[in-house]
């Protein structure tokens, strides 16, 4: 049996993340000491290593909750939704990249403007082939990493402050968290 802390420690998790977890009944201890401390088994010991590997893998802890209350075939739902979803960041991803990669190519040649507005901005994004979408999830990620570091870049590109906050307010929008 494993005291908290230890088993804590096997994870390189606090031992307030192992309370939380009892707390919502994620990784309940097997039982207790005499003196009252929570005592955990070698099944509670790989059931938190299956936490940590959900955990690393991007899972939200409600999405842990329901993939260990669930069958096994539905688990593969929750798994199939976090994959898309992480394509969909890749995806993302990649296109900043390209895009990023353009504006290199652009500036190494000498040919980019000294001050890049909205319509050249778009138009960077276009060329790296960023639709509409790629180009909503683009804010909606820059909005929820970096508030406020979104709305001073939009207002560089010479946007104003109504329609910057139009923008924010379109990007919150489209986020979940």
Known sequence: MFRVTEL???FGLSRSTLLYYDRIGLL?????SEAGYRL?????????????????????IEDIQRVLSMEEDRNAAVLNRRMRELSEEIR?????????GKML?????????????????????R???MDEAAMRRWHIEFERRAPEAHHQFLLSLGITEEE??????????????
């Open 164 to 177: 910057t906050l139009s923008i924010r307010k379109w990007s919150v929008e489209g986020w979940d968290g």
């Open 92 to 100: 993302a991803l990649q296109a900043q990249q390209h895009l990023l």
């Open 105 to 125: 190519q652009v500036q190494s040649q000498g040919e980019l403007p000294v001050k890049v507005d909205k319509e050249a901005w778009v138009e960077m994004l």
């Open 28 to 32: 309940t201890p097997s039982g207790r």
């Open 8 to 10: 804590a420690r096997m």
């Open 127 to 129: 060329a790296a082939g």
């Open 40 to 60: 955990y088994s070698q099944s509670n010991r790989d059931r938190l290593s299956t936490i940590c590997s959900f955990r690393q893998a991007g899972l939200s």
